[in-house]
T-cell receptor
Framework: GAVVSQHPSRVICKSGTSVKIECRSLDFQATTMFWYRQFPKQSLMLMATSNEGSKATYEQGVEKDKFLINHASLTLSTLTVTSAHPEDSSFYIC??????????????FGEGSRLTVL | EDKVVQSPLSLVVHEGDTVTLNCSYEVTNFRSLLWYKQEKKAPTFLFMLTSSGIEKKSGRLSSILDKKELSSILNITATQTGDSAIYLCAPTGGTSYGKLTFGQGTILTVHP
């Protein structure tokens, strides 16, 4: 199947710093990518929909100024957690759909990035 | 607002048992329902269901969608310890971007 690469897989940072997480579709193009957050033993919560060449669409309750999303190309979306605090510590996962497969095509997930803010 | 409810939230069984996981949903402009298995990292795709009443099978796993009841079940027969995972269901619909709204998941634990 298609591959989505997410980097870094694990990051530890100090409170107040910013962290960037990359999500790349390696063998397909994705006009849309999705960013999820997952706390321990909980489900995936959609944070935002990343749209190539335009602004991201954020879910209710997600601060767009805190979680900056950039989707500069058809194969790369980045999530930047700005001024991170310990409560931002979580597992962040991106997913992407091949633009040729339509809206109900399979979603491919990255391996996730575990953020720990000290 | 889209709603997805999975039950049970957790399940503990022994190897060889058969389990049935439930997913009910309320989604505008429903298009399909997806099942995923998540172990330690990223979810892996199991099934995509678009038509009511048609069972999809993959080895010991099978799933069926009931659009009238707005629900789906995932069956696992002859469970193995490797089936231990979180099982997530997610209907697609809503916005034109086909975003997924995941249920809370069912944590399945299979003991030897």
């Amino acid at each position: 199947g298609a591959v989505v690469s997410q980097h870094p897989s694990r990051v530890i940072c100090k409170s107040g710093t910013s962290v960037k997480i990359e999500c790349r579709s390696l063998d397909f193009q994705a006009t849309t990518m999705f960013w999820y957050r997952q706390f321990p033993k909980q489900s995936l919560m959609l944070m935002a929909t990343s749209n190539e060449g335009s602004k991201a669409t954020y879910e209710q309750g997600v601060e767009k100024d805190k979680f900056l999303i950039n989707h500069a190309s058809l194969t790369l979306s980045t999530l930047t957690v700005t001024s991170a605090h310990p409560e931002d510590s979580s597992f962040y996962i991106c997913s992407a759909r091949d633009r040729l497969s339509g809206e109900t095509g399979e979603l491919f997930f990255g391996e996730g990035s575990r953020l720990t803010v000290l | 607002e889209d709603k997805v409810v999975q039950s049970p939230l957790s399940l503990v069984v022994h190897e060889g048992d058969t389990v049935t996981l439930n997913c009910s949903y309320e989604v505008t402009n429903f298009r399909s329902l997806l099942w995923y298995k998540q172990e330690k990292k990223a979810p892996t795709f199991l099934f995509m269901l678009t038509s009511s009443g048609i069972e999809k099978k993959s080895g010991r796993l099978s799933s069926i969608l009931d659009k009238k009841e707005l629900s789906s079940i995932l069956n696992i027969t002859a469970t193995q310890t490797g089936d231990s995972a979180i099982y997530l269901c997610a209907p697609t619909g809503g916005t034109s971007y086909g975003k997924l709204t995941f249920g809370q998941g069912t944590i399945l634990t299979v003991h030897p």
